[in-house]
């Protein structure tokens, strides 16, 4: 682990959070606030009592490719151009485990590695526009860490941060395009982005460390699409893209392909139907408000979309 000069830890592309924390220490030596000041200058002096100490940040990857493409509907193109990296997101870089030893196996980008998108790419693989996602958030991070706040050098030094992300090639990427942002592509040493095992991975949910997770969550997932109400609308999804009940379709399915597609190639294939399914997310949001979450507002994302445009599909 890094030793205790470490002022900024970034947490790569975890699967379920997307935000950031901070704390502050305050200062000893400060004086106090006089009690004629103005609202403004006490504001300022009150922050003056304190000191920036340690920032963490929490992120997702970027845009990727879909995880599956929806079996039976016209598949977007998924072209090996789409994943180039930007020249100005590259950076000296190496993969370790949490104790600087070799990368450890990747059983989950292996098992995306079995199948191959129409196209010629792997499912799950970050984009170029993912790419450009994570460099602006970089950026964005750099203005306010370095160029408003002087906490971190402008260059990427190893003893003022720590990147940590999950073992796949996309939150990895993902790392690295922040770092590229953040630094502008300038350091004084390689960066070394740490992850873990698969069985000891706590960034996301992990049905091999834990098993009871599967066993309380599996059964809830097969339940979705039997609401009612869900299994209807569901079903007048399938029967408009004209996919058979033995694909084994569901609203996560049919989501993901939705907004990778409208994410990454909304300016290459404008004319594939589907991008439009996601333009009414928000018109019928209120379809299921009354309704328990989160499953139900996944669902109610999808009809909206597809209500919105079928008729226009029949016609």
Request: with cysteine.
């Amino acid at each position: 682990m890094r030793n205790l000069l470490t002022k900024a830890g970034l947490i790569g592309s975890v699967s379920v959070a997307f935000g950031s924390m901070w704390w502050s220490q305050q200062k000893t030596e400060s004086g106090p606030v006089t009690s004629n000041a103005t609202p403004n200058s006490a504001h300022a002096s009150s922050a003056s009592l304190y000191e920036l100490k340690l920032v963490q940040v929490l992120f997702r990857h970027g845009a990727r490719t879909p995880l599956r493409s929806i079996p039976e509907v016209m598949e977007a193109q998924w072209v090996p151009t789409l994943l180039e990296a930007p020249p100005h997101t590259h950076i000296n870089y190496v993969v370790t485990d949490l104790e600087g030893g070799p990368q450890p196996p990747a059983p989950l980008e292996d098992n995306y590695r079995r199948n191959i998108l129409s196209g010629g790419t792997f499912p799950g693989q970050l984009t170029k526009v993912g790419m450009q996602q994570l460099y602006e958030l970089g950026e964005r991070l750099r203005k306010t860490y370095i160029e408003e706040t002087p906490f971190l050098s402008p260059t990427f030094i190893p003893t003022e941060v720590y990147v940590r992300s999950t073992n796949i090639v996309r939150t990895i990427e993902s790392a690295r395009c922040l770092i590229a942002g953040l630094f502008q592509q300038k350091q004084k040493d390689i960066v070394s982005i740490l992850t873990t095992e698969a069985e000891s991975e706590i960034l996301y949910p992990n049905y091999q460390g834990c098993k009871l997770l599967k066993v309380l969550l599996s059964p809830r997932w097969a339940e979705v699409s039997t609401l009612p109400g869900i299994a209807a609308d569901l079903q007048s999804i399938l029967s408009a893209l004209g996919i058979e009940a033995h694909q084994h379709v569901d609203f996560i399915l049919i989501r993901d392909d939705m907004v990778a597609r409208e994410v990454t190639l909304r300016l290459c294939d404008p004319c594939d139907f589907l991008l439009s399914l996601t333009t009414g997310f928000q018109s019928r949001g209120s379809y299921y408000r009354d309704l328990p979450q989160p499953a139900h507002l996944l669902a109610a994302q999808c009809v909206a979309a597809t209500k919105q445009v079928f008729g226009d599909l029949k016609d």
